[in-house]
């Protein structure tokens, strides 16, 4: 855990895709320091060709939690990471904007 605690210490950035519309300033900031700023003029498209197996979960909620107690810690290290990025990024993108 230490080890990927590191990993990610190591990375420029980290975008959670799963929040992705929450943080959706954060995210835009981010992606506009690093010059990759999205086009709104053309949002990219997704067909939505995935099938679901349907078959039921052997685990209850409370069982697959214990099984990934190492995954939900480090997902949660990470989403410190991102929310301190956040505010960083969000500062050095006003800085930016009032020097224009």
Same mark, same amino acid.
């Given at each position: 855990l230490e080890i990927a605690k590191d990993t990610l210490l190591k990375f420029d950035f980290l975008l959670d895709l799963s929040t992705l519309a929450q943080n959706d300033t954060c995210y835009k900031n981010m992606l506009d320091l690093m010059g990759l700023a999205p086009n709104e003029q053309t949002p990219p498209q997704h067909d939505m060709k995935g099938i679901g197996t349907g078959e039921e979960i052997a685990f209850s909620r409370e069982e697959y939690r214990?099984?990934?107690?190492? &995954? *939900? =810690?480090? +997902? =949660? +290290?990470?989403?410190? *990471? *991102?929310?301190? &990025?956040? =505010?960083? +990024?969000?500062?050095?993108?006003?800085?930016? &904007?009032? &020097?224009?």
């Open positions: 214990k099984l990934n107690l190492l &995954d *939900i =810690e480090l +997902y =949660e +290290y990470a989403q410190r *990471i *991102i929310t301190h &990025d956040c =505010e960083f +990024y969000s500062v050095v993108k006003a800085r930016m &904007d009032f &020097d224009k």
